[in-house]
């Protein structure tokens, strides 16, 4: 019940294509849904996070959607660029608690 | 802009050694975590603490595992008698303020450890 499934493990998109990320949870529970994107030898950095109470979220360009009934959101990278190349993980954790649980991973390169 | 610094940032050991990883979380955060994450693989919560004591673990931290604040900068992760298994990326967290929904975590660059 406290997984996070993430698809898929490795993306590859040209310069300026759209990369989607998608992620899947089980635990009805779960209250808050972020992003994190990790770069070769960095710890994870919030990339944007998004509640159950919107449907989606827009920060410049990265969108999350979030499909509450289906239990699944997911991470849009618009205009795609060589430095977005890196590890993306989802996560998601309890209105009351705070610990992450994460998904996979997605190691995303942007060809130039 | 301020960050969570962790040392060492690599350590090899042999096992049944006992290791020490150090953080120092933000200087106003009051929230303090430690996750871990094997090559490869998810990154893996083990411990939160705040206000000097455990909030909660999960089931990796067993009773070989021990976190402590001694002062009131530094906050590490003391594993007793390492193991093969526990060679991981060991990352620290550390959050301001717990609200309605969570705050956000900032990560360390992480200690890479590996036991031999």
């Known amino acids: 019940q406290q997984q996070v499934k993430q698809s898929p493990q490795s993306l590859i998109v040209q310069k300026g294509g759209i990369s989607i990320i998608n992620c899947a949870y089980e635990?009805?529970?779960?209250?808050?849904f972020p992003w994190y994107q990790q770069f070769p030898g960095k710890g994870p950095a919030l990339l944007i996070a998004?509640?159950?109470?919107?449907s989606e979220k827009k920060e410049g360009r990265f969108t999350i959607s979030f499909n509450k009934s289906a239990k699944q959101f997911s991470l849009h990278i618009m205009d795609s660029q060589p430095g977005d190349s890196a590890t993306y993980f989802c996560?998601?954790?309890?209105?009351?608690?705070?610990?992450?649980?994460f998904g996979t991973g997605t190691r995303l390169a942007v060809r130039p | 802009e301020p960050e969570v610094t962790q040392t060492p940032s690599h350590q090899v050991t042999q096992m049944g050694q006992e290791v020490i990883l150090r953080c120092v979380p933000i200087?106003?955060?009051?929230?303090f975590y430690w996750y871990r994450q094997i090559l490869g693989q998810k990154v893996e919560f083990l411990v939160s603490?705040?206000?000097?004591?455990?909030?909660?673990k999960s089931e990796i931290f067993d009773d070989q595992f021990s976190v402590e604040r001694p002062d009131g900068s530094n906050f590490t992760l003391k594993i007793r008698s390492t193991k093969l298994e526990d060679s991981a990326m060991y990352f620290c967290?550390?959050?301001?303020?717990?609200?309605?929904?969570?705050?956000?975590?900032?990560f360390g660059e992480g200690s890479r450890l590996t036991v031999l």
């Open positions: 200087s106003n955060h009051l929230y």
């Open positions: 967290a550390s959050t301001r303020v717990l609200r309605e929904y969570t705050g956000e975590l900032f």
């Open positions: 603490f705040y206000n000097n004591e455990i909030s909660e």
């Open positions: 998004i509640r159950p109470d919107v």
């Open positions: 635990n009805t529970a779960f209250d808050y």
């Open positions: 996560a998601a954790s309890l209105s009351s608690g705070d610990k992450l649980t």
